[in-house]
């Protein structure tokens, strides 16, 4: 039976929040954190258990301005942006913006039943559906971006060949973004418990979500726009800090590259082969019988010298660490955790035990901070002593063979950070702890240097320390299609730095989709060829000449745009902008941008539209509004329409937004492998004004926290007659490079009188290039550009 809050009887002005008390023991508690963020919680019983989230980042920070009017029917609060308003005869709550203009409102609102099983309640909240409301978000599911009539469900789970539509897969995070009459809103449902939400799929004009334990504990973001909205979803649950720059380059994996001779092999073709790689991956068969900080010694009897000569390469290396530690009294890990306790237990007592790649294993439970400390121990010898560069943290479901559920049973215990709770409550953080502890670990003996983890699971928050693949897809063209939207999808729900394993985990691609894949890849953050050992060969050049010049190509161009794909990283630290965006989130005004999914935004100023079928020769692209120059041609093209764009294989449609400055680097095979002398600014002439950022420091290290950085500021200001770039600067970084070479696309005079920082100059640094025109110009003094017809 489902209970209700009844009528209001008080409200509390508390410190943080407001609390209302109903007549039937309901409390709701109402925090500002900002005034675009508003946190409810509901107790049924008349208290509220420990209040602690996994989810929120310690440096959250709001400063809002609330006022309360105590109505006789209705509770008001006000913020500069926002309404809330608490019906006192049901606790309902209606948001609206400062003109009443109804934003969110509940339906039935919060409800409860009492859970028999295992105590506590089953909580509840249903919301109505306005009219013409669209739902986004919802970390990584499989289905269509678009969210309006579905229902999702929240449990991590190992899906090794995964469907389109499949649902759940290994991620957990309860946030989406919502639209209706051009304005956006947020919810985020901070409960780790399994939940469902249900976005007018079982009634048209409700939606709902629920969770099977735990609180009703949701934060409400107000928009109006979309991009907020995820921004302000970010800054709450966090952002990471910046990689190292080699963590944005080209990685090459397979299961498993060894012996040791075979791993050398993969890192000596890349450079013969000329295919620009920074990273090597180890999958589990580096290990001594899967027993994680093992290593066999005879595919691997050096490992320390084997680091090394990939390091004098170019190569970094980063190897995988699985939970599950095999049950062996020899095993120094094993015995250790064993002797402190650090492993799950049943609820009766025995410890969880569980089948893996080490046979039957234990498990330490991660969401004790004493486990984790030992954990992030743990890392010393693999990364401060043998030098291994980042980790890699997979069946982190946690995932088991040969069991129902594929996951631990329910009555598992957790410490949860002192809150004691099952399994139910710890699943799905369990995999974000894991990743927590292996962060730790990696920074701490990392000399000084970034650490660099990856992940499969998440919870929501996870982001602040690991990037993410999506787990074990296939080679096929629906899944490039899922792999487009996957990626979108994590990053407007906080999780920019992802990517798909490039080519199909499971099956082999032809080299039409390998090389399709690859153009995709190339403009989303986490970039790595991974493939299982079974279905053939998966490297740049197992798929002929024609495809690895292509391959080539683009990532050579990959390694073009680091300083836009690092600065667009950086925005996504410091203003927590999602580093992909849906056309829907870039222009929200435009409805035909709503219901697309395969093309997105990387940073401020590319287009991106990705080939997805074969024997594609063209594709439709939708140009959101505003003029767009075509990457490969300079074609200017006028946008708010549909247009046909050419896309022979060697091809895949990019475009760039007039007005923008895309500064790139020389090809390199490798980050750092020779000092960058000069910096391509790219500038696209066009809007009235516009600005576009660099950020750049050393790329590794730490002397960034200290001011050793600069951010960039281009302001360009084109007219009919003229054509201005001017640069402002913050920060202390003195970069390698000693000139700027200015390429100015679409410039439609000729000039007659060139200025820089506002001299005419010597026509000896001013050529044209393809018909464009090209000027150096001095990096340390350079302040402005100006061409006159
Ligand atoms: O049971 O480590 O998703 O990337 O290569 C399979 C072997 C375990 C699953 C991962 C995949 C990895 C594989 N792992």
Redesign the pocket.
Known sequence: MDFVPSKFVKVVNQNNYYQVHSDNEVILRVYFLSDDIVRIRYATDGHFDEDFSYAISSKFTGTPTVSMNDTPEILIFKTSTLIVNINKTDLKIIFTDLNGQIICRDEKGFHWEEHQKYGGNIIKMSKVVQEGEHFYGMGDKTMHLNLRGRRVTNWAM?T?GFKKEEDPIYKAIPFYTAIHNQKAYGIFFDNTFKSYFDFGSERRFVTSFWAEGGEMNYYFINGPELLDVTRRYTHLTGTPELPPLWALGYQQ????YYPESKVMDIAQKMREHKIPCDVIYL??DYMDGFRCFTWDKEKFPDPKAMVANLKAMGFKTVV?I?PGIKIDEEYPVFKEALENNYFCRRADGPHMKGK??PGECYFPDFTNPKVRKWWSGLFEDLIGNIGINGVWN??NEP?L?EIDGKTFPDDVRHDYDGNPCSHRKAHNVYGTQMARATYKGVKKYNHGQRPMVIT?SAYAGAQRYASA?T??NIASWEHLWIATMQCQRLAISGFSFVGT?VGG?IDHPTPELYTRWVQLATFQPFFRT?S?GDHGEQEPWSFGEDALQIVRKYIELRYQLLPYIYTTFYQYVSEYTPMLKPISVYDQTDSDTLYRVDEFLLGDHLLVCPVLEPNAKSRYVYLPKGNWYQFWTGQKMEGGKEVLAEAPLDQMPVYVREGAVIPMFPKMQYVGEHLVDQMTLNTYFGASSMNSYLYEDAGDGYEYEKGIYNLKRFKTQSSETSFRLSLKRSGHYEPTYSTYKIVIHGLPFAPSSILVNEKEVITANVYSENHKLVIVVERSTFISLEIFK
């Open positions: 190992d090794y994996s397979k299961w498993s999958d589990i995988i699985d893996v790649w997979d069946m995932a063979f499969r693949w787990g074990d394993d985990f991974h299982s």
